[in-house]
């Protein structure tokens, strides 16, 4: 049913909006009809629906009123003052309390015709009131935080949200009675700790941090490969909230000045458990706590998930069928190297097969496959491990990271006599992978006879299915990287929008590879010690895409933009 709205007389901010260019009259007078029926602010329903542009209607409120505009970016959330007006107040009016002065409250607010906020607000607190005018975008966000910060807000958690959650540490077992006074002392911050780690879970997070710093405290999470605030508590929360961490993953509450590591397993229910691995460092003002978020079942998508061009998986699943040489996968940290091993230990998991791997820690439990975890501090490192795996009857083993001379050794020689051999190097392309092992002094004889796949690898943010089209220049698309021929076979770009489901137009993540296989011609430039920009130029030459033409065969597939590409690979 379509509403008449022509009979509407438009006064006051509407008639203000319309005659600053910002809203035409049609829409305004739907507006403040819609705004009216729902009891919301004109102000507040024109930004919820992206009518106008929050920032432009509080000039324009500013200017009508006569008043100045506050942003709300430059001011310090910890001056506000806590638990002073009532939350659903709050909400209900969507203001803000900013700062007290004496007896009176000077309070936020995007319409400055909400004279009810500021009435109920001083009912409520018994203070004299005054509105600051901000934009309410700005505002919305501020309220989000402010209810996240206040630690009355940990104790009011639904329980429903934290139902059935158990946590233990590494070992499974909590049963020190210092571990149970400070869950009965501090039951509210063990509420927000499972809520950080939930939410984290539900929104595919793969990191949480937590930081202290001189006058505030944040909790960020790292989901599709970007940093986004989540909370801000109380800065007089960061000692609490480091030692329920600490005591989930039994480390020593003592040390503050030694960074830790440890390990958090949090069972949702009888058959799902998510796996955190933990580490502390002291910092200036207190102790950053990053947990990593370590899901088992990411290692059984199976290789088709991981986002392979076919002639590349089939380079991988064809090195995994031989019975002996070395696999790398190369990248950053946070680029996927775990899980790219873990899928192909996965296939190679079999009755048949002996599989041992030394990782530092072991980020997935994998049932069948013997898992150690170094430790240099009594003399076990990946040198030992995999020299006692040797003496075991191996067929496959997986180092963690090759990070010296003597590891890169003991795996050589595992590789040349009869095993496969799995692991990782921190280089950024296949060439350089090479040339990094002879920098290590691995001679490069036994490179060439050893190394038959390199994987180098990044992760991208995957398009939301709310993506749009768009269209870029032929000249500016070659400039990117694409070829004529690409560009004459024609696709079509596409371009983050944003909605409900995801996140700035992405979810989740897409892989982006260079596999090498090492072949005959590749393996006589490696055993001449030719550059890595000639061994690259030499790969390309036979066939085998870098890593930038993979992101580019992404964005042609319209998986991912070509902002993300050039956010993840960029010759």
């Given at each position: 049913?379509?509403?008449?709205?022509?009979?509407?007389?438009?006064?006051?901010?509407?008639?203000?909006?319309?005659?600053?260019?910002?809203?035409?009259?049609?829409?305004?007078?739907?507006?403040?009809?819609?705004?009216?029926?729902?009891?919301?602010?004109?102000?507040?329903?024109?930004?919820?629906?992206?009518?106008?542009?929050?920032?432009?209607?509080?000039?324009?409120?500013?200017?009508?009123?006569?008043?100045?505009?506050?942003?709300?970016?430059?001011?310090?959330?910890?001056?506000?003052?806590?638990?002073?007006?009532?939350?659903?107040?709050?909400?209900?009016?969507?203001?803000?309390?900013?700062?007290?002065?004496?007896?009176?409250?000077?309070?936020?607010?995007?319409d400055?015709t909400?004279?009810?906020?500021?009435?109920?607000?001083?009912?409520?607190?018994?203070?004299?009131?005054?509105?600051?005018?901000?934009?309410?975008?700005k505002?919305?966000a501020?309220?989000?935080?402010?209810?996240?910060?206040?630690?009355?807000?940990?104790?009011?958690?639904?329980?429903?949200?934290?139902?059935?959650i158990?946590?233990?540490?590494?070992?499974?077992?909590?049963?020190?009675?210092?571990?149970?006074?400070?869950?009965?002392?501090?039951?509210?911050?063990?509420?927000?700790?499972?809520?950080?780690?939930?939410?984290?879970?539900?929104?595919?997070?793969?990191?949480?941090?937590?930081?202290?710093?001189?006058?505030?405290?944040?909790?960020?999470?790292?989901?599709?490969?970007?940093?986004?605030?989540?909370?801000?508590?109380?800065?007089?929360?960061?000692?609490?909230?480091?030692?329920?961490?600490?005591?989930?993953?039994?480390?020593?509450?003592?040390?503050?000045?030694?960074?830790?590591?440890?390990?958090?397993?949090?069972?949702?229910?009888?058959?799902?458990?998510?796996?955190?691995?933990?580490?502390?460092?002291?910092?200036?003002?207190?102790?950053?706590?990053?947990?990593?978020?370590?899901?088992?079942s990411?290692?059984?998508?199976?290789?088709?998930?991981?986002?392979?061009?076919?002639?590349?998986?089939?380079?991988?699943?064809?090195?995994?069928?031989?019975?002996?040489?070395?696999?790398?996968?190369?990248?950053?940290?946070?680029?996927?190297?775990?899980?790219?091993?873990?899928?192909?230990?996965?296939?190679?998991?079999?009755?048949?097969r002996?599989?041992?791997?030394?990782e530092?820690?072991?980020?997935?439990?994998?049932?069948?496959v013997?898992?150690?975890?170094?430790?240099?501090?009594?003399?076990?490192?990946?040198?030992?491990?995999?020299?006692?795996?040797?003496?075991?009857?191996?067929?496959?083993?997986?180092?963690?990271?090759?990070r010296?001379?003597?590891?890169?050794?003991?795996?050589?020689?595992?590789?040349?006599?009869?095993?496969?051999?799995?692991?990782t190097?921190?280089t950024?392309?296949?060439?350089?992978?090479?040339?990094?092992?002879?920098?290590?002094?691995?001679?490069?004889?036994?490179?060439?006879?050893?190394?038959?796949?390199?994987?180098?690898?990044?992760l991208?943010?995957?398009?939301?299915?709310?993506?749009?089209?768009?269209?870029?220049?032929?000249?500016?698309?070659?400039?990117?990287?694409?070829?004529?021929?690409?560009?004459?076979?024609?696709?079509?770009?596409?371009?983050?929008k944003?909605?409900?489901?995801?996140?700035?137009?992405?979810?989740?993540?897409?892989?982006?590879?260079?596999?090498?296989?090492?072949?005959?011609?590749?393996?006589?430039?490696i055993?001449?010690?030719?550059?890595?920009?000639?061994?690259?130029?030499?790969?390309?030459?036979?066939?085998?895409?870098?890593?930038?033409?993979?992101?580019?065969?992404?964005?042609?597939?319209?998986?991912?933009?070509?902002?993300?590409?050039?956010?993840?690979t960029?010759?």
């Open positions: 049913m379509t509403t008449n709205t022509s009979n509407i007389t438009l006064t006051g901010l509407a008639r203000r909006f319309v005659s600053d260019g910002l809203l035409d009259e049609s829409t305004a007078k739907d507006a403040f009809f819609q705004a009216s029926q729902n009891r919301i602010p004109l102000i507040t329903y024109l930004t919820q629906h992206k009518l106008a542009n929050s920032s432009a209607l509080a000039f324009s409120a500013a200017m009508e009123f006569g008043i100045s505009v506050l942003d709300l970016d430059a001011f310090l959330p910890e001056a506000m003052p806590d638990k002073l007006v009532d939350e659903k107040l709050l909400r209900k009016h969507n203001a803000l309390p900013l700062y007290k002065r004496g007896n009176r409250l000077f309070i936020a607010v995007s400055p909400n004279v009810q906020a500021l009435d109920e607000i001083k009912f409520n607190t018994g203070l004299s009131t005054d509105a600051i005018l901000v934009d309410d975008s505002l919305r501020a309220i989000e935080k402010y209810m996240a910060s206040s630690e009355s807000s940990m104790g009011d958690l639904a329980d429903t949200d934290l139902e059935g158990e946590t233990e540490g590494a070992d499974g077992n909590e049963d020190d009675g210092a571990v149970v006074v400070a869950e009965i002392d501090d039951a509210p911050i063990v509420k927000y700790v499972n809520k950080m780690l939930l939410d984290a879970i539900r929104g595919g997070s793969s990191d949480v941090h937590f930081e202290p710093y001189e006058k505030t405290y944040r909790v960020r999470f790292r989901t599709d490969g970007i940093l986004k605030e989540m909370s801000r508590p109380s800065i007089k929360l960061a000692p609490k909230i480091s030692a329920r961490i600490k005591i989930m993953a039994q480390l020593d509450i003592s040390e503050r000045r030694l960074p830790q590591d440890g390990r958090i397993k949090m069972r949702l229910s009888k058959t799902k458990a998510i796996d955190f691995r933990v580490n502390t460092l002291p910092t200036l003002w207190g102790e950053k706590i990053v947990l990593r978020i370590l899901d088992p990411q290692a059984k998508l199976g290789i088709d998930a991981l986002g392979y061009e076919e002639d590349q998986k089939k380079l991988y699943m064809d090195a995994l069928a031989q019975p002996q040489g070395m696999i790398l996968v190369t990248g950053p940290t946070g680029s996927g190297k775990t899980v790219s091993l873990y899928t192909g230990l996965n296939i190679l998991n079999t009755d048949e002996n599989i041992s791997t030394a530092d820690p072991a980020e997935i439990n994998l049932e069948g013997n898992q150690v975890n170094v430790n240099n501090k009594v003399g076990l490192g990946f040198a030992e491990a995999l020299r006692a795996f040797l003496r075991q009857d191996p067929d496959v083993i997986m180092v963690g990271e090759i010296d001379l003597e590891t890169a050794n003991i795996a050589i020689k595992a590789a040349q006599t009869g095993h496969l051999v799995l692991s190097l921190h950024n392309s296949a060439a350089e992978t090479l040339t990094r092992m002879m920098n290590m002094g691995v001679p490069a004889f036994n490179i060439a006879t050893s190394v038959s796949l390199i994987i180098a690898q990044r991208g943010r995957r398009l939301c299915s709310c993506k749009q089209a768009g269209s870029i220049p032929k000249d500016v698309l070659l400039a990117e990287g694409f070829s004529t021929e690409q560009i004459a076979t024609g696709f079509t770009l596409y371009h983050p944003g909605c409900d489901k995801c996140t700035n137009g992405y979810k989740g993540r897409v892989g982006i590879y260079e596999v090498v296989k090492v072949t005959e011609q590749l393996a006589n430039m055993m001449e010690e030719a550059s890595s920009i000639k061994i690259a130029k030499a790969a390309q030459a036979e066939g085998f895409r870098t890593l930038r033409q993979s992101a580019l065969l992404k964005v042609i597939e319209g998986l991912t933009s070509l902002e993300e590409a050039n956010r993840v960029k010759d």
